[in-house]
Each structure stands twice: as C-alpha cells, then as structure tokens.
C-alpha cells in the first residue's frame, strides 16, 4: 500500500479510465465522485473507493476528485493480484 497526497481540484482518475484500478482509503481529507460530470456524493476519512474497478478489473464507472488536500492509502490492484496468486486457495476465493 502507497501513500499519496493530491491537491485540491486534483483528479484522482477519470471515468471510463483503464488505470491501474488502484483501491484508495481516505486518510483525511474531501473526495467528491462524479458521473457523466454530476456529483454522486462527498466522501470522506475512513471511506473507501474505487472498488469497483479493483475487483472487476474494468474501468473506473465515475470520477474521483479530491476537494481539499488529501492524504489517501493506495492499494494496488496488480500487486494485490501477485500476492494473492502466490496462494492459490485465495486467489480462487478473490
């Protein structure tokens, strides 16, 4: 896991991007997602995102925006893969 920090206004990824489908948790800070450039909904510490992609392996379904200064955790989802390949019995259940 990486830690980042963004900027205000800063695009975290975009909708219909094939990214590195990254699941992120909020470690202080305001993200606001968007779909088809309207606002879905704020969130903020403790809240994950970007779930979706991490675990289907398709593109992001919204925009991720970052409202404020923004500290997040990062977790890679190709790493993730390589580690759970290493155990076959969890990479079946993932």
């Not at 990214?19 to 969130?43: A, N, P, T």
């Not at 925006?65 to 993932?94: A, G, H, W």
Request: proline residues 2%.
């Amino acid at each position: 896991m990486k830690e980042i920090f963004v900027q205000p206004e800063e695009i975290i990824f975009d909708e219909d991007a094939q990214d590195d489908l990254s699941l992120y948790f909020i470690v202080y800070g305001k993200v606001q997602i968007e779909y088809k450039v309207k606002k879905v909904r704020v969130i903020e510490k403790g809240a994950s995102f970007g779930e979706i992609s991490f675990f289907s392996g398709m593109s992001r379904t919204a925009r991720a925006k970052s409202l404020f200064f923004t500290n997040l955790y990062k977790l890679d989802r190709d790493l993730t893969m390589d580690q759970l390949r290493s155990i076959p019995s969890d990479f079946v259940i993932f």
